[in-house]
């Protein structure tokens, strides 16, 4: 019996092998999937690997109680070690491994072409892969890149009540995650772009009122009712809200460290066909979102921050941002006169 998207999954999984990581002959490909993820979609992605003249293995492991380096005692010995030890990892996990002990030890190989999909399912692959024009949403992600990179100070606002203000260190990467899988180290789904601020500099409040994705308790998904956050000198010191936010700060008292209040880094969500589903690998790309990440600080943000035993994110939807004075978005509607173009082309206007 053929399931539901079955032909629309081939068909994404192979624009995901072929035209995104460009897979070459003979590379050997290790796909990740813990108890928690899509099982259709490692397997849709298995074949693609076959059939492009790839040399395939699959993961299936048990589901870690949380993200980041949480999950390393958790993790059985032939995962830890597959996962230095190939060309191309593509993680489904839900759990993820990212920020894991492994996660680092792959980043150090300089062979490893690490592919973060995490919590990735069938309707998500079907929609955010296999409808996107690819080339156009490439050309639009690099010039919002251009154009923060020259940024030196900025302004974030929200309906729901976020106001914040912060300043870039031009030394610092903004990265564009155009879906393109180019040389080893770490990549994303496309239609996001991230940085991290001087963290000293980042003052105010942020409001999540999209969805907040952290470890066990902490998974929230699409949020019931905001949660702000009090910002001072780049730490959370206040966290409101109702019962969400309670979850959020018994979570992160958890940890009994204070680095988990760090904010890590800043990104824009610019992908067309993304929603918000509760899944944090499509959230945080709602088009006119803001995210920011709490506690672990990846290595390639080149920040102060560092490591952290986890790492959350949450999202602010439609949001306004300014950058040294000249509105990019208003209330998640691009108005930059240099990106309106492309952002009709790729249906957002």
Known sequence: MFEKYELELARAADILIRELIRLKNGESVLITSDTKSDWRVAVATARAVESAGGKVAVIWHTAPPGVGKIADPYLPDPLKAAIPNCDVWIEYNYEWLLYSTPWEEAMKTNRVKYLCLVGMNVPMMVRCIGKVNWPVLKEFLLKVTELTQKARYMKVTTPAGTDVSFENDPKRPVGAETGYVEGPGEHYLGGQIGWAPIEESINGVIVFDGAFSGGGEADIGILKEPIKLTVKEGKVVEIEGGREAKIVKRWLESFNDERMY???????????????????????????????????????????????????????????????????????RVVHPELKELAQKLGKV
């Open 262 to 332: 760090n904010l890590a880094h800043i990104c824009y969500g610019f992908h067309p066909e993304a929603e918000l589903t509760g899944f944090i690998l499509e959230d945080e790309r709602v088009w006119g979102c803001t995210e920011w990440g709490l506690g672990y600080q990846g290595p390639e943000m080149k920040g102060k921050a560092g490591e952290a035993p986890s790492h959350a994110d949450g999202i602010c939807l439609d949001s306004s941002v300014w950058l040294d004075g000249e509105q990019l978005l208003d209330k998640g």
